[in-house]
C-alpha cells in the first residue's frame, strides 16, 4: 500500500489569498489524484495530477482556480487561488495503485 | 447526477449487533466496488472490494454482498464495535477507463453504541 503525507493539515486563510497543499507518497505511482470534501459532501473529484503534463481536470473546476503540479512520480501540489469562504473544505490527496486508492489525512482549509 | 448513492446518512447500532451499510449504483459499467472507512481529521482508508465477478467478499467481520441485477451492494458488519463508528464511503470504478478516480458515494455515518 501507499502511505501519502499532506502539508499542511490545516490552514486559515483571508480571502483573496492562495494556498499550495503539497503531497508526498512513499513509493512511486501512476495516478494521483485531488478531491473535495465540503461539510456533508461526498468526496468530489477535483482533477487527475497528470505527471509531465497538464492536469485533467472535472467539470466545475478549471486550472485558473485550481492549478495542479506533479513534476514526478510521487509528488504533486494543488493551489487554491484567490480563495473565498465557499473554499473552505476538506483538501485530499489520492493515489491509485491497481485497483486500489490510497488517500492522504487531508488539509482542512477555512477561508474568512 | 450521481453516479454512486448511499441513501442513509447515518445509522446507529448497539455493540455487538450486525450493522448494514447500503449503497446504490446506476452505471452499469462500475465492475469494481470498494467500501472505505473515514474517522474524523482522518484520510478515508481501504476497508474492503469486491470485483463485479463475485457476489460476496468476506474479511473478518466485514462482508460486501454486490446485487449486479439491482445494481446494489451492502457492507455487513458483525459484530459491530465502537471502534467501528465512522463514516463509510461507497465507491466504484469503470475498468473500461482504467487509471480514472473512483466515483465515491456521500457517506454514511455509523455510529455503535456500548
Redesign the interface.
Known sequence: SAVISQKPSRDICQRGTSLTIQCQVDSQVTMMFWYRQQPGQSLTLIATANQGSEATYESGFVIDKFPISRPNLTFSTLTVSNMSPEDSSIYLCSARDNEKQYFGPGTRLTVT | D?Q?KQNS?SLSVQEGRISILNCDYTNSMFD?F?W?KKYP??????LI?ISSIKDKNEDGRFTVFLNKSAKHLSLHIVPSQPGDSAVY?C?A?DANQA?????????TTLSVSS
Open positions: 450521481q454512486v446518512p469494481y470498494l472505505y481529521a482522518e484520510g478515508p482508508t481501504f472490494s464511503f465507491a470504478s487509471g480514472t478516480a473512483l466515483i465515491f458515494g456521500k457517506g
